[in-house]
């Protein structure tokens, strides 16, 4: 199965900060890739799919690029809402789905 | 609204079996690939099961391959789980969630799939315990 390896694992910041967390795969995956964002004791919301298209609703802060291996999530502007854990996520036809182990993001 | 509700889950001992079920109200339920999502506590999401539009593909993770049966009825908007020979490692929430799969062309040549999930049940509680 492909592994996705995200990194940090977590991160302080402080309200205004621009955050980058990143996604990398263990083998190429164009930009098959997806981001989550899950907040305690709530279910998981797509922020993000195929690398960099933003979902319906979600702000205009959050983005996504990359492609083949390395993906990264930028959130520009840290608002006191967007402290929660943000997982990425791939799908490969023939080796299944995966998610990467998550990046919990905190308030400094 | 769209919704997605999960229900079947509960103890069970090692060994047991459960059947989850999720109902689908709001959308086309038979136009959607369906997953289920698991996360044992205090853990990181992991993918369980998909199932395409009419059944006639589904994937497991290796951990469930063999002990878990994913189907739907298109009929009655429901996707299940049936899962046999639990093991206390499958102790987790359980989440249905609604599958997003598109193809990506560039050039005029199809590149690529991409896959997410873009609604999520509020989830059931597995616990295999003796």
């Known amino acids: 199965a492909i592994q996705l390896t995200q990194s940090p694992s977590s991160l302080s910041a402080s309200v205004g900060d621009r955050v980058t967390i990143t996604c990398r795969a263990s083998q190429g995956i164009s930009s098959a890739l997806a981001w989550y964002q899950q907040k305690p004791g709530k279910v998981p919301k797509a922020l993000i799919f195929?690398?960099?298209s933003l979902e319906s609703g979600v702000p205009s802060r959050f983005s996504g690029s990359g492609s083949g291996t390395d993906f990264t999530l930028t959130i520009s502007s840290l608002q006191p809402e967007d402290f929660a854990t943000y997982y990425c996520q791939q799908f490969n036809s023939f080796q299944g789905l995966t998610f990467g182990g998550g990046t919990k993001v905190e308030i400094k | 609204e769209l919704h997605l509700v999960e229900s079947g889950g509960g103890l069970v001992q090692p060994g047991g079996s459960l059947r989850l079920s999720c109902v689908a109200s709001g959308f086309t339920f038979s136009s959607y690939w369906m997953t289920w999502v698991r996360q044992a506590p205090g853990k990181g999401l992991e993918w369980v099961a998909n199932?395409?539009?009419?059944?006639?593909?589904?994937y497991y993770v290796d951990s469930v391959n063999g002990r878990f049966t994913i189907s739907r009825d298109n009929a009655k908007n429901s996707l299940y789980l049936q899962m046999n020979s639990l093991r206390t490692e499958d102790t987790a929430e359980f989440y249905c969630?609604?599958?997003?799969?598109?193809?990506?062309?560039?050039?005029?040549?199809?590149?690529?799939?991409?896959?997410?999930?873009?609604?999520w049940g509020k989830g059931t509680t597995v616990t295999v315990s003796s």
């Open positions: 199932i395409k539009q009419d059944g006639s593909e589904k």
């Open positions: 969630a609604r599958g997003r799969r598109g193809i990506v062309v560039l050039r005029g040549a199809p590149d690529h799939y991409y896959y997410y999930m873009d609604v």
């Open positions: 195929d690398g960099s």
